[in-house]
């Protein structure tokens, strides 16, 4: 089940991150990789998929790349959906890239946990989260989940933003 | 994460002012269906890959607050609502039986899930074994490879049992499937089942979480804990679904994947949405919750203690009486108080139940509970009648059992309501 962080840590990594790297993007459109993607476009992140069997084609019409070494920088945040045991070579490979693509964030989705990796990330300075996915989270801090009814534990007294496109995180 | 206390919850949890109007108060959206901002959003939507509102079969922004705040108070992931109480277990059902596929419920059960469950869900071929609430290890008995999940009341509705949820909850654990309670007569005010390792707790809503006896309406929420993916056996959790392009539904929505797919899916083709009025009256009613379960078991356990010293009662089963055997089970689970509704029996048989249902004035003679007037009951002419005489012995309704559903009146009337309608 979903490690807990505070809602403020998720935020402040939500609003700074522009740029994401996404290891394991799916074409298929129904893997969570996918709506996930299709859901972080749309709320105006930059996102560079990465995975090395649709290398050069496009996903939601942006170019993939093979590995995370071949992707050209900034990129703040890498976000693995692939097997538990796979992301530690990912998150070794985007300790190796850090300075390169400038990397502040780790972040392993809903179902991947893995505790080396997440020690060794932290180990190099990289803020980690696993086993939570961006777009449910941005979703429960913007208030848009609440469509569907979810607990976002939050009370809010104020009238939220952007209302056309789902709530946004732009205000404290 | 600001951890807030109950009674803030049941004010606001889910709501915040309107963001087209700043309304303070939930709108009521009467509205069937929403404007797509273009064909791609319109695609995302129907297909779940962006949160946003279709048709109000599936979601509605004022019942989204209501399915919110059920959550916050039970300490859910995430909340569903439906049409009634009766809707919200078909649904919970729907999303987890397949056919042939059974589950074991205790028998100490409203009347009416009893039929719910016996009858209509036969036709489904989903079979239901019965079990004793005050004996966990009853359910373990009926467990077969095909169980897919328990139920039970966590305050039973009418027979007067408090249900120990704990060892129930372990039991469900580790036969690999879900515990659902029924928590409607307690209310997360008295019993939140989750804390005791419950995984669904559904509600029917027209009683005391509503509470002013308006509005049909049902709940459900998910404690977010059940690994539905472990035994394979709840394929609609876990396989590719057909009419979502083989989306898989746990795999996607996680800790609150019950939820989706039970709006999804169920709600989706069954249909039985509640109206939004609905959702905006009962999302008052719960503004009050925590004051008005208060008052109930105040003056519930007033006329309990009033009606044992009575001479023309036999017994009374109020677990919130020193002497009841589940007086135990009450300070355990349920300390702030043991409910509003509970069952008392007259030395006159059926008779006299008869005689008293007709002569009070201020309790209303209906088939209903949790109201914020008194109403009181005889089951055995009224919403027992179905049942043969051995079920209804069994359901805790016997010919000289008498339901009440303590209201937050003066308490001082309550009792001389029911003193005189008892002598005359
Ligand atoms: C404990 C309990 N569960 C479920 C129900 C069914 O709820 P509804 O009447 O809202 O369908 C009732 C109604 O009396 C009830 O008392």
Redesign the interface.
Known sequence: ??T?Y???LIARILRSVKTIAMVGASPN??R?S??AM??LL?KGFKIIPVNPGQAGKEILGQKVYATLSDVPGPVDMVDISRASDAALGVTDEAIANKDRLGLKVVWMQ??VVNEDAEKRAGAAGLTVIMNR?PK?EY?RLS??????????????????HA??K?GSLTRG | MAEFGFDTLAVHAGAQPDPATGARITPIYQTTAYVFEDADQAASLFNLQVFGNIYTRLMNPTTAVLEERIAALEGGTAGLAAASGHAAQHLIFHTIMEPGAEFVSARQLYGGSVNQFNQSFKKYNWHVKWADATDPESFKREITDNTRALFCESLANPGGVITDLEPLARIAEDAGVPLIVDNTLATPYLIRPFEWGAHLVVHSATKFLGGHGNSLGGLITEAGTFDWAKSGKFKTMTEENPSYHGLKFFETFGDFAFCVAARALALRDLGPTMAPMNAFLILTGIETLPLRMRRHCDNALAVARWLEAHERVAWVNYAGLEKHPLYPQHQKYCPKGAGAVFTFGLKGGFEAGVKLVNNVRIFSHLANIGDTRSLIIHPASTTHRQLSDEARVKAGAGPEVVRLSIGIEDVNDIIADLDQAMRA
Do not use: A, H
Request: hydrophobic content about 25%.
């Open positions: 089940m979903p807990t505070p809602d403020s459109q129904v969570p996918y709506f299709k859901y749309d809903l179902g996915c449910i979703g208030g848009e989940i609440g469509w569907y009814g979810v607990n976002r534990r939050t009370i809010d007294n104020r009238k939220p209302f056309n789902g």
